[in-house]
């Protein structure tokens, strides 16, 4: 299939979905898949309009809802915008953060490249952070070169998800790319 035929395609899906939505009753579930799916394909202008609009419908967010938004602004880089709608649902919408939540943000920060500020913002998690917050640290790690921050990494991730070959070939190909071989070794070893 074409690129241009699987856009067109897209796009009248997208107006099929917006119509859609219109149609039916709007609840905090319909809204909140909209935003994803919008978050998931890059829309997050998109997926931002269709937030403030079902602010103003008086429907009220809840946790997956900023999930979505937070995700959306990880995937196109939008930093400040992704820390806009984590203070949002923390300080208006009083909404406790989970894990997944506090994994999302790490992962905006770190594939935007603000690796200090990702792994500050894990040092001051209420919770005990998860592997997926340390892998979306590593990753950050990986895409901006860190060697730096991959040995903390690294050490939690392990003691989590030991057994998760998809953390070890990622941790063995950074150190292969920073040509630390006997680290290298150790994590191939694993696999």
Same mark, same amino acid.
């Given at each position: 299939?074409?690129?241009?035929?699987?856009?067109?395609?897209?796009?009248?899906?997208?107006?099929?979905?917006?119509?859609?939505?219109?149609?039916?009753?709007?609840?905090?579930?319909?809204?909140?898949?909209?935003?994803?799916?919008?978050?998931?394909?890059?829309?997050?202008?998109?997926?931002?309009?269709?937030?403030?609009?079902?602010?103003?419908?008086?429907?009220? $967010?809840?946790?997956? =809802?900023?999930?979505? &938004? %937070? *995700?959306? +602004?990880?995937?196109? #880089?939008?930093?400040?915008?992704?820390?806009?709608?984590?203070?949002?649902?923390?300080?208006?919408?009083?909404?406790?953060?989970?894990?997944?939540?506090?994994?999302?943000?790490?992962?905006?920060?770190?594939?935007?490249?603000?690796?200090?500020?990702?792994?500050?913002?894990?040092?001051?998690?209420?919770?005990? $952070?998860?592997?997926? =917050?340390?892998?979306? &640290? %590593? *990753?950050? +790690?990986?895409?901006? #070169?860190?060697?730096?921050?991959?040995?903390?990494?690294?050490?939690?991730?392990?003691?989590?998800?030991?057994?998760?070959?998809?953390?070890?070939?990622?941790?063995?190909?950074?150190?292969?790319?920073?040509?630390?071989?006997?680290?290298?070794?150790?994590?191939?070893?694993?696999?």
């Amino acid at each position: 299939m074409k690129i241009s035929t699987a856009k067109q395609l897209f796009l009248t899906c997208m107006q099929y979905c917006q119509t859609a939505v219109l149609d039916i009753e709007r609840t905090v579930v319909s809204w909140s898949a909209m935003i994803s799916g919008y978050g998931m394909h890059g829309h997050v202008d998109n997926a931002t309009s269709l937030f403030n609009e079902m602010m103003d419908s008086g429907t009220k $967010p809840d946790g997956v =809802t900023f999930m979505s &938004l %937070l *995700a959306a +602004c990880s995937h196109t #880089g939008k930093v400040e915008q992704g820390q806009h709608y984590f203070d949002k649902m923390t300080k208006e919408f009083r909404i406790v953060p989970c894990s997944d939540h506090y994994a999302c943000m790490i992962d905006l920060l770190s594939r935007a490249g603000h690796l200090d500020r990702a792994y500050a913002f894990i040092r001051k998690m209420p919770m005990e $952070p998860t592997a997926s =917050t340390w892998g979306a &640290l %590593l *990753a950050g +790690c990986h895409i901006h #070169g860190r060697i730096d921050l991959v040995d903390i990494c690294r050490e939690n991730i392990l003691n989590f998800e030991p057994w998760n070959s998809g953390y070890c070939v990622q941790l063995a190909n950074l150190y292969a790319n920073e040509r630390e071989w006997d680290q290298f070794g150790k994590i191939r070893s694993t696999i």
